[in-house]
């Protein structure tokens, strides 16, 4: 039975963050995704537009499938049986990535879809815990505290990636350099990470709602209906309606930073493996960070100001990493060959936009999460998180796609970064209308 503010449950729901974030970390953002642009696609231009389809993919089967899923765990009381099986499908298929190799990217992205497609279902049924288990006054800080671990995981699995399989001219047990493979191997280590960091809430949390079974064709009906009437009712929670609107395009945003930074950083600036691992590192401390100090500025200030504020700053993020590549020639005019030209280069410039998203998104994710359990009515909780994930991913796959396409017609990446911008200033002018 679930209980509020029980510290063993929240820790252990929390600790789900702490074992997912390696996945995103590792095989979205830094590691797997740089590694197909520049290693397994033709070329890096091909690598991003193929990228962008398979994110773009996975949205649309996600926001399709999140709202009857909620519906049907509402009915069957099966959120922690769903759950459990998406975590397993996402552990299996992203150790399969291991062997897809240079060529093979049919393969590499389907395995990829079916891992990020199983990922995503589970964060729905994981969100949907958290206003049953925090008290109204403390949900601000459980969140906060549960992104934050979730950006210490995600440094961790980064840090023993890079001393054990990349930054090394042995790689643990015994893996080769060549054909990439101690890369490759990385998806193994986030495949243990996940299956050992989860167990704690598959071990502790239960269902609050143990509903009797019913026969699959009447919980699909049921759900079916449920959900259409939710749809109705809707107009009756315009501030969710709105909010979720307003979500739908500033995560997008977010949504394609997180697919397309380790690239962009790669393949524009020029960084290399270890230098993106680095990156990483360096950004998830700043993200962890952000999530603990914001989780608490939340219980102060609120959800919905910490949203704005943190919205500001990604956008001014975003334009610092798009003038990264042209800016060093600027101050080079302007200050000549000295010590503060030499610093305003494309790699530094890059860090100051990483350091301001790793600061601001892990605040941006922690409370809209908060602000959506705030304003969810209990006895709609797995649904309208169902819905929350659909303002997440219903038009998810806009952003990778135009970032893709902006690549591959202005032959450069730095077109994608515009997309980002804009769908950041949409979602900042539709908060502020809440």
């Given at each position: 039975?679930?209980?509020?503010?029980?510290?063993?449950?929240?820790?252990?729901?929390?600790?789900?963050?702490?074992?997912?974030?390696?996945?995103?970390?590792?095989?979205?953002?830094?590691?797997?995704?740089?590694?197909?642009?520049?290693?397994?696609?033709?070329?890096?231009?091909?690598?991003?537009?193929?990228?962008?389809?398979?994110?773009?993919?996975?949205?649309?089967?996600?926001?399709?499938?999140?709202?009857?899923?909620?519906?049907?765990?509402?009915?069957w009381g099966s959120r922690k049986r769903i759950m459990l099986v998406s975590t397993l499908v996402c552990i299996t298929f992203t150790a399969l990535l291991f062997f897809p190799q240079q060529g093979q990217v049919f393969l590499a992205l389907t395995l990829f879809i079916i891992a990020n497609i199983a990922f995503e279902i589970?964060?729905?049924?994981?969100?949907?815990?958290?206003?049953?288990?925090?008290?109204?006054?403390?949900?601000?800080?459980?969140?906060?505290?549960?992104?934050?671990?979730?950006?210490?995981?995600?440094?961790?699995?980064?840090?023993?990636?890079?001393?054990?399989?990349?930054?090394?001219?042995?790689?643990?047990?015994?893996?080769?350099t060549l054909n990439g493979e101690n890369i490759r191997a990385t998806n193994l280590l986030v495949a243990l990470w996940f299956l050992i960091f989860s167990l704690p809430i598959f071990i502790?949390?239960?269902?609050?709602?143990?509903?009797?079974?019913?026969?699959?064709?009447?919980?699909?009906?049921?759900?079916?209906?449920?959900?259409?009437?939710?749809?109705?009712?809707?107009?009756?929670?315009?501030?969710?309606?709105?909010?979720?609107?307003?979500?739908?395009?500033?995560?997008?945003?977010?949504?394609?930073?997180?697919?397309?930074?380790?690239?962009?950083?790669?393949?524009?600036?020029?960084?290399?493996?270890?230098?993106?691992?680095?990156?990483?590192?360096?950004?998830?401390?700043?993200?962890?960070?952000?999530?603990?100090?914001?989780?608490?500025?939340?219980?102060?200030?609120?959800?919905?100001?910490?949203?704005?504020?943190?919205?500001i700053f990604l956008m001014i993020a975003c334009l610092i990493a798009f003038l990264a590549p042209e800016l060093p020639g600027l101050f080079q005019f302007?200050?000549?060959?000295?010590?503060?030209a030499d610093w305003f280069n494309s790699k530094n410039l890059f860090w100051l936009a990483a350091i301001l998203i790793g600061l601001f998104s892990g605040p941006n994710q922690s409370a809209s999460r908060t602000y959506m359990a705030s304003l969810t009515p209990a006895e709609k909780r797995n649904e309208f998180f169902g819905f929350y994930a659909l303002s997440g991913k219903m038009t998810a796959f806009i952003g990778p796609f135009l970032f893709g396409l902006a690549t591959s017609y202005f032959n450069t990446q730095q077109a994608g970064l515009i997309i980002i911008f804009i769908l950041f200033f949409i979602g900042y002018k539709l908060m502020k209308r809440l």
């Open positions: 039975m679930i209980q509020k503010d029980n510290k063993r449950q929240i820790w252990s729901w929390a600790m789900y963050d702490f074992a997912n974030s390696a996945f995103t970390t590792l095989v979205v953002t830094f590691i797997y995704g740089t590694f197909f642009t520049k290693s397994i696609a033709d070329n890096e231009i091909l690598g991003t537009q193929y990228w962008s389809w398979a994110i773009s993919f996975t949205a649309i089967v996600v926001a399709l499938c999140s709202p009857i899923l909620g519906a049907v765990a509402d009915n589970g964060t729905v049924f994981c969100n949907a815990y958290l206003a049953e288990l925090s008290s109204e006054e403390r949900i601000g800080k459980v969140s906060g505290m549960a992104w934050g671990l979730g950006y210490v995981g995600g440094l961790i699995a980064l840090v023993m990636a890079l001393v054990f399989f990349i930054q090394t001219e042995q790689p643990i047990m015994g893996f080769s502790w949390i239960e269902d609050k709602h143990n509903a009797d079974k019913k026969p699959l064709s009447l919980v699909l009906k049921s759900s079916y209906a449920k959900l259409t009437t939710t749809f109705k009712e809707l107009s009756s929670y315009r501030k969710i309606f709105h909010f979720l609107l307003a979500r739908l395009v500033y995560n997008d945003a977010l949504i394609t930073i997180f697919a397309f930074g380790g690239i962009y950083a790669a393949t524009t600036i020029g960084f290399s493996f270890d230098e993106i691992i680095i990156l990483g590192i360096v950004l998830n401390i700043m993200a962890g960070i952000g999530a603990f100090v914001f989780g608490f500025l939340e219980d102060v200030k609120g959800s919905e100001k910490v949203i704005l504020w943190s919205i302007i200050f000549g060959g000295n010590a503060i």
